[in-house]
């Protein structure tokens, strides 16, 4: 299987612009180039912060914007956004029994599990016992590998000013996950508007640049002081799956140099 990943499009309402670039413009730039460059993707997932300040009209543009993709999108809420708007917007995505943006679906030999880390007013990502509960039961009810989705990272990732707003309490999401680390093969978030890989306690992970705008890479930057912003360049993921196999190629699709052809 082959899915697509992107995160963190920010829409704001009326289509309108946000940090000197338009994010409606730059997901239809994202949604034209997978769909003609990666034409058997069998998904979308959309790691969070789908709106900037979660109004109804953004939550609208983006459902303008996604109604030419031709394949199931599966969306998850971020800070940024509002749980309720979502899902008047989007009645057809999934939840708990406790109204949380929270489901399973199978990819291909593993099971995906979306998660949302979503607490109003604040910019930090929250993961309640209630959440952590149901995360166990998915976990207890299947044997196959897992992905988990989720918006915020639950680790440090080495830039201060974005540590301060990850997951704060991490207490009830350790409880959800103990004795299943070896079967979560691959833990995809957004936030971080950053491309960074690794592995946190024997767990890969993987999230990349948002559409919009990007944190700039000042490891120590001081929350306090703000988070430092650039107008880099945005990015999609092309994500393959197989039985033995997570592999993930990073796409810059606004990346227009030249190209030609190398010679031993």
Not at 35 to 41: T, V
Not at 185 to 212: A, D, E
Request: charged share 20%; net charge negative.
């Amino acid at each position: 299987m082959k899915f697509i990943h992107l995160t963190d499009t920010h829409l704001v309402a009326g289509g309108g612009d946000l940090y000197g670039s338009n994010p409606k413009k730059r997901l239809q730039q994202a949604v034209t180039h997978f769909m003609a460059h990666q034409p058997d993707a069998e998904a979308l997932v959309i790691t969070g912060d789908l709106t900037h300040y979660g109004q109804a009209d953004a939550y609208a543009q983006l459902r303008e914007v996604l109604s030419s993709v031709d394949k199931p999108i599966y969306l998850i809420p971020g800070n940024h956004d509002h749980r309720d708007t979502l899902k008047e917007y989007f009645p057809s995505i999934e939840c708990d029994g406790n109204g949380f943006v929270q489901y399973t679906k199978e990819f291909g030999d593993y099971l995906a599990i979306f998660l949302d880390t979503n607490e109003p007013g604040v910019s930090w990502g929250t993961f309640c016992g209630t959440r952590g509960a149901w995360l166990r039961e998915q976990l207890e009810a299947s044997t196959k590998p897992v992905m988990l989705f989720m918006h915020h990272p639950f680790f440090p990732i080495g830039i201060h000013s974005m540590d301060a707003i990850s997951l704060r309490e991490t207490t009830a999401f350790r409880v959800a996950i103990a004795g299943f680390e070896p079967r979560i093969r691959q833990v995809f978030f957004g936030h971080i508007h950053r491309p960074i890989t690794g592995s946190y306690q024997g767990m890969p992970f993987f999230t990349l640049k948002g559409t919009n705008h990007q944190v700039a890479l000042e490891l120590h930057a001081d929350a306090d002081e703000g988070i430092p912003g650039r107008q880099e360049a945005p990015q999609y993921a092309i994500v393959q799956l197989s039985a033995e196999q997570i592999l993930i190629h990073i796409e810059d699709f606004l990346e227009d140099s030249p190209r030609f052809t190398l010679k031993g």
